[in-house]
């Protein structure tokens, strides 16, 4: 498959999915109808729809459209990371989680459900809705960045050094977790639980817009991360003799990731998989070169983000399964089978 | 002058002294060639000249300016470097591995013509679309060289381009081995610098303008090959003793003449 084609398809497969997502629910509108209503809504605002538009309005643009928005801007941020990660540790099967952003941002998460509770009723209830997804964003960036303290030592940042400090960074946010879930009431543990398996609904215009810079920021890099990873592939040294400069890459790269993740959890829960398959979907169909491997990662990611929630919506109507459940039963045996077939091509 | 040049350059490792007070000029229109047994601080040197190893004594300058003082990019314009074992993480193919040594904004008909050049000048016309895993350990070495190769063809000015070789022959067949040492010629007859570190004497007396042998992080030896490579100095430099003889190319080393000192 040629780098194009392999764009335009990807683009075509987030259109698909983004229709999906904005007519299939509870309420259906067909994508015709949902074009039309938007189409109108553009043309004379939403006060001068028509009545018979105006149920479709308010389902389209205060329920769907945030839910698509953070959806494609989630599922990108996951997919997108993961592509970053896996060429900067050199190795197919990192993923973010592997920097502490999952872990950190799950402590802050469950420590502002138990503790949080005895200043909740201080905030404004439009903060309070926020409060979580805010603690568990700094969470996950703390994490991240007190990693990337612990192994850089005179300005270099070592890569096996983050790979293990991560790896105990993560039991120690865990052992945390794990206290704080041993303390909480039943009611918060639930809260958690479903926090954990993730969900795109409770989206709002203000969630995306919040979440947006930061996934924003690692896409608006993603051609100096391209050039610096492909040259990675070949070791730190081989990278630097031609011309890449390792550090600040490596220092680009996981601030970046830890930003767009962080976002991307905070707002929609620590929804697996993703990020992983993604960026291997997308190197088995056009190879490892990351000009195309990260632009491409991100569009798949989007689109297999809003059809896990499409299938989350629909499977259990009218009540929603966690997101997480669905990328996992549907992503992992797919992904497995794809591993299968493909073997050769992916380990040489 | 211009040169690629090490002046009392010490390297630590690891709280060990791997390389000890090492003056060193890579000129360009020469070939040097670094000699030693195992552990005598040749990668390391070389690694200190490439710019990977900041040493803790001495300087590096390249063209007269410190190493420290020019941006990975630059360097990159003006020195390449082929290293012993690059693994490559995931399965790029022969043509996509070359093009990783380009500049960024090379016109794409000048980065194709680098690249097609790169490829037939080890010998690999045409493997451009095969994936480098699926490669012998000889054939990836001779992609690498050509992606070392396209880094310095691609570079943009007249200013000398140093060519820095750690054990280039290392897994090649004789054919190749002096085919690798011809472009290791050709590329000092351009006007380059080229330093080499081989492990078989032959080689490097046959290939050198600059024989210089290493010891324990030192330098013990350096000048024409023909004043480097004595009996004397395989004795002092690998504990072993052998007689060297003289064809018309230069001084040649036996090795069933030679029999170890001590172990």
Redo the contacts between chains.
């Keep these: 498959m040629t780098k194009a084609a392999a764009v335009l398809i990807a683009a075509l497969l987030l259109t698909l999915a983004v229709l999906a997502s904005l007519s299939i629910g509870p309420v259906a509108i067909g994508p015709t109808r949902a074009v039309a209503v938007i189409e109108a809504a553009v043309r004379h605002g939403r006060a001068g729809l028509p009545p018979d538009m105006l149920r479709g309005a308010a389902i389209l643009f205060d329920v769907r459209g945030p839910r698509t928005a953070l959806g494609a801007l989630v599922g990108a941020a996951m997919a997108l990371a993961g592509a970053v990660m896996q060429?900067m540790f050199?190795?197919?099967l990192a993923d973010p989680s592997l920097v502490g952003v999952s872990s950190g941002a799950a402590l802050a998460a469950v420590a502002w459900i138990v503790l949080g509770e005895g200043v909740a009723h201080l905030l404004p209830p439009a903060l309070g809705a926020l409060a979580l997804p805010v603690a568990a964003f700094f969470g996950g960036l703390a994490a991240t960045l007190l990693l990337a303290r612990i192994a850089t030592r005179d300005g270099r940042t070592e890569i096996a050094m983050t790979l293990l400090a991560g790896v105990a960074l993560g039991a120690l946010a865990a052992a945390g977790t794990g206290l704080l879930v041993f303390m909480a009431r039943d009611d918060q543990l639930r809260t958690f639980l479903f926090w954990t398996l993730g969900s795109l609904g409770g989206a709002t215009w203000l969630k995306v817009g919040l979440a947006a810079p930061f996934v924003g920021w690692l896409i608006i890099q993603t051609p100096f991360l391209a050039?610096g990873l492909?040259?990675?592939?070949?070791?730190e040294?081989?990278a630097?003799?031609?011309?890449?400069?390792?550090e600040r890459l490596k220092k680009a790269a996981l601030l970046g990731v830890a930003a767009a993740t962080a976002a991307a959890v905070a707002s929609a829960g620590a929804i697996g998989f993703v990020g992983l398959a993604a960026p291997h979907l997308v190197?088995l169909s056009i190879?490892?070169?990351h000009r195309a491997l990260l632009p491409v990662s991100a569009l798949i990611g989007a689109a297999l983000l809003l059809g896990s929630d499409v299938v989350a919506r629909m499977a259990a109507a009218p009540a929603e399964l966690p997101i997480g459940v669905v990328t996992a039963a549907f992503g992992a045996p797919f992904f497995l089978w794809l591993l299968l077939r493909r073997r050769a091509?992916?380990?040489? | 002058m211009s040169a690629l040049e090490a002046t009392g350059v010490s390297v630590r490792l690891g709280g060990r002294t791997v390389v000890a007070e090492a003056s060193l000029a890579i000129r360009p229109g020469r070939v040097t060639v670094l000699i030693g047994p195992n552990g005598a601080g040749k990668s390391s040197l070389l690694?200190a000249l490439?710019?990977?190893l900041p040493p803790s004594e001495g300087e590096v300058a390249l063209d007269g300016a410190p190493l420290s003082f020019l941006?990975?990019?630059?360097?990159?314009?003006r020195r390449?470097?082929l290293?012993q074992t690059?693994?490559?993480?995931?399965?790029?193919?022969v043509d996509?591995?070359v093009r990783?040594?380009l500049?960024?904004g090379l016109a794409r008909a000048e980065a194709d013509r680098a690249v097609e050049e790169a490829l037939a000048a080890v010998d690999l016309a045409g493997a451009g679309p095969r994936?480098s895993?699926?490669m012998s350990g000889g054939e990836r070495q001779r992609a690498?060289l050509a992606?070392v190769l396209a880094?310095l063809a691609a570079a943009p000015d007249a200013r000398p381009r140093y060519l820095l070789l750690d054990e280039p022959t290392a897994s090649l067949d004789l054919a190749h081995q002096l085919a690798t040492l011809a472009i290791a010629r050709r590329h000092a007859d351009a006007g380059g610098g080229v330093l080499a570190v081989l492990h078989d004497v032959n080689l490097a007396a046959m290939a050198a303008d600059e024989l210089v042998a290493m010891k324990a992080g030192r330098i013990v030896a350096a000048g024409a090959p023909a004043s480097v490579l004595t009996d004397d100095m395989v004795a002092a430099v690998y504990d072993v003793a052998a007689r060297v003889g003289v064809a018309p190319g230069g001084p040649f080393l036996l090795p069933q003449t030679a029999k170890a000192l001590r172990r």
């Design positions: 060429g050199r190795n197919p050039r492909d040259a990675v592939a070949l070791g040294r081989a630097f003799h031609s011309g890449v400069d390792v190197r190879g490892p070169a091509r992916l380990f040489g | 690694a490439a710019g990977d941006k990975p990019a630059e360097l990159a314009r390449a470097v290293t690059v693994e490559l993480a995931f399965p790029f193919t996509e591995v990783l040594g500049p960024q994936s895993t699926a690498h992606r880094q």
